[in-house]
């Protein structure tokens, strides 16, 4: 019987991810969906209905191209990618707020949402990119609210080698007292990458400091890239 996605989930390399995020504040996860669930995913961007809004980067100054935010009811699979996803994170988010003092995050996604919800962030935020030749996505961090979980994640529902060109994900990362450090990554299709949501913490001489990170995209050069973007904090 095929594996369900929590189940594909649970059997990714955690430790080896966690000491990725605690390196660099980014981990690949290896494959997550299959081509046809890719697929699945990413034609739901012709409709309406599954979306609360939609986006076009260029008008807020974002960069070029597009993207729409699910509305509730979240579908089913995109549900059960942001709950399972945000299971195995919770324990590195907790590391992390030991080491600058923050306050824990619960260990249900469920529970995390409802302090959300109490903070007036009600807002479902996965969302569904699409990008075309020439189109890209500034550097940016995703808060829409007082509350943000510390990590997020981005699947890849395009095939590299046959849908698109270009379109590296991009971050850099803001290092206590020395300059900005960059990074590019390239996935296959149906693999994630976990990546940190505003800062990580650095050990110093001094003790944990937060470095600010932005993530964006490289300029597409040829066919059409969609992504699935899994923010674990709702939007006010």
């Known amino acids: 019987m095929p594996k369900s996605i929590s189940d594909r989930i649970v059997a990714l390399d955690w430790a080896g991810i966690a000491?990725?995020?605690?390196?660099?504040?980014?981990?690949?996860?290896?494959?997550i969906l299959?081509?046809?669930e890719c697929a699945d995913i990413a034609a739901l961007y012709k409709e309406d209905d599954p979306f609360r809004s939609r986006v076009i980067m260029?008008?807020?100054?974002?960069?070029?191209g597009e993207?729409?935010?699910?509305?509730?009811?979240?579908?089913e699979?995109?549900?059960a990618l942001r709950t399972s996803l945000y299971s195995a994170l919770a324990e590195t988010a907790n590391r992390w707020q030991e080491r600058t003092g923050?306050?824990?995050y619960p260990a249900r996604h469920a529970d995390y949402l409802k302090q959300c919800h109490a903070a007036g962030q009600k807002k479902p935020t996965p969302l569904l990119l699409k990008y075309e030749a020439e189109d890209y996505n500034c550097l940016h961090q995703d808060l829409y609210g007082e509350l943000a979980f510390p990590l997020q994640a981005t699947i890849l529902l395009s095939d590299p080698d046959a849908d698109f060109t270009g379109g590296e994900f991009l971050m850099t990362e803001q290092r206590p007292r020395a300059q900005s450090r960059g990074s590019s990554t390239t996935l296959p299709q149906g693999h994630g990458l976990v990546f940190t949501t505003r800062d990580r913490p650095v050990a110093t001489k001094r003790g944990w400091s937060n470095a600010p990170m932005r993530h964006g995209v490289s300029t597409v050069r040829s066919g059409r890239r969609h992504t699935l973007g899994l923010v674990f904090h709702d939007a006010a």
Do not use: E, N
């Not at 000491?19 to 494959?31: C, H, I, V």
């Not at 993207?67 to 579908?75: A, E, I, N, R």
């Open 19 to 31: 000491a990725a995020l605690d390196a660099r504040g980014s981990a690949t996860t290896g494959p």
């Open 34 to 36: 299959t081509p046809k």
């Open 77 to 79: 699979t995109i549900a």
């Open 58 to 64: 260029a008008r807020h100054g974002f960069g070029s």
């Open 102 to 104: 923050g306050k824990a």
């Open 67 to 75: 993207y729409k935010y699910f509305g509730p009811p979240v579908p």
